[in-house]
């Protein structure tokens, strides 16, 4: 007799999803012989032969691809198991949310999606202190200028990896400042204008300023110093940080000693010479102004005022500073003399009979003679004051009476 076997069955086990590049493998029963592996859009790895039961692949193209296999069992030939497996495009990496303007030797935390396999960071001008093979990099910005950053992943353990584009980073500075020149010397308790420095900043400076013996002023302000060599610099500030430029010493001259002066009379129409009411000039230079402060020093030391009046004088050293305030220079100018009230004589004078004449001026150190006739007085008269007086007149008194009165002048 003969026995009909049924025809065996043939098994296929393997994983029906994958990923382009990732490698599968997929497995039949063992211990039988002659098996015959066939597939679509993948690449052979490794096993596939006729004594393997089992054979790996790598997917290469995406879609539904098949992979089938027969074999022989117990002499006869089985059925062909076959299995349709969808496979999948890797997901392209992405550098979630990155900042991409950061502060030169700062750090900065990067992240792309997680669950994911062979985690690979890449950056340039920068270095990777943590993170590395994983989801999230810290990564330490160096110098100003230019980065770039990008991360490689697998969707599984044997895919190949796809690598995100290249983030380009920008790393910023501190401001920089121009070098900073000298000013001049400046004068005590005078005002200090500075033209401040070029700074460049990306990020633009929050702040900038001067900073003068360690405290910050504003350029145009009246400082008083000791007279001595001031340390002036220049500060910025923007986001990334604070920049002091170099500094410089700035000469501070001490103000011209203090000068008196006195007081001058002078008659109308007289000039003077204003520099000879100053007492103590020293070696300094003298200016002389109609003002106790502003207005514009006289191109000449010598006036002529017309009526009393107050000129100032300045003192000016050598590094052209002038003393903190002018001082005062009284002038009196003397009154002109005139007459204010006449002489007026009597009608008649008995003889034996007293007599006077008076006479009311205005003037300065006032001076009187009195005339007879055309002649000063003599004899027992008094003719050098303002009022002329004959105690008992004889006729020799009788004439014409008149006074000069003369002042200063």
Not at 342 to 365: E, K, R
């Amino acid at each position: 007799s003969v026995t009909v076997k049924p025809q065996p069955v043939a098994t296929l086990s393997g994983s029906m999803t994958a990923y382009a590049t990732q490698e599968v493998t997929y497995t039949a029963e063992a211990g039988n012989s002659g098996y015959n592996w066939n597939y679509t859009g993948a690449a052979l790895v490794s096993g596939g032969s006729t004594s393997d039961n089992t054979i790996t692949v790598k997917w290469a193209t995406t879609g539904t691809k098949t992979v089938s296999v027969n074999y022989t069992k117990d002499g006869c030939p089985t059925t062909t198991a076959s299995q349709d497996v969808t496979v999948n495009a890797q997901g392209t990496p992405v550098i979630i949310t990155p900042v991409t303007t950061v502060c030169y030797n700062t750090s900065q935390s990067y992240n792309t999606q997680t669950g994911k396999f062979n985690y690979t960071w890449t950056v340039t001008g920068g270095t990777i202190t943590g993170g590395q093979n994983t989801a999230g990099a810290t990564i330490q910005w160096g110098s100003a200028g230019t980065g770039t950053i990008k991360v490689v992943y697998s969707e599984t353990a044997n895919s190949s990896p796809v690598e995100s584009g290249m983030t380009d980073i920008i790393i910023n500075n501190k401001p920089s400042i121009a070098t900073l020149i000298a000013p001049g010397g400046v004068c005590d308790n005078t005002s200090l204008t500075l033209t401040p420095p070029v700074v460049t900043s990306t990020p633009s400076a929050i702040s900038q300023g001067w900073i003068l013996n360690g405290t910050s002023f504003t350029s145009g302000n009246t400082v008083s110093y000791s007279p001595s060599a001031q340390n002036l610099l220049y500060e910025a500030t923007n986001a990334c940080g604070t920049t002091l430029s170099n500094s410089v010493n700035i000469t501070v001259y001490e103000l011209p000693a203090g000068i008196t002066a006195t007081a001058q009379t002078i008659c109308p129409g007289d000039p003077i010479d204003l520099s000879t009411a100053v007492m103590n000039p020293g070696s300094h230079a003298l200016e002389f102004y109609a003002q106790i402060t502003g207005g514009t020093a006289h191109p000449s030391t010598t006036v002529t005022p017309a009526a009393s009046t107050t000129h100032y004088v300045a003192a000016v050293n050598a590094n052209n500073c002038t003393s903190a305030s002018r001082v005062a220079i009284d002038i009196t100018v003397r009154p002109v003399t005139s007459i204010t009230v006449q002489p007026v004589a009597p009608s008649t004078v008995g003889i034996g009979n007293p007599f006077s004449l008076s006479v009311t001026a205005a003037g300065d150190n006032l001076d009187y003679l009195w005339y007879k006739d055309g002649s000063p007085v003599s004899g027992n008269l008094t003719a050098t004051v303002s009022t002329l007086t004959v105690a008992s007149t004889s006729p020799a008194d009788y004439g014409v009476y008149s006074v000069r009165v003369t002042d200063y002048c």
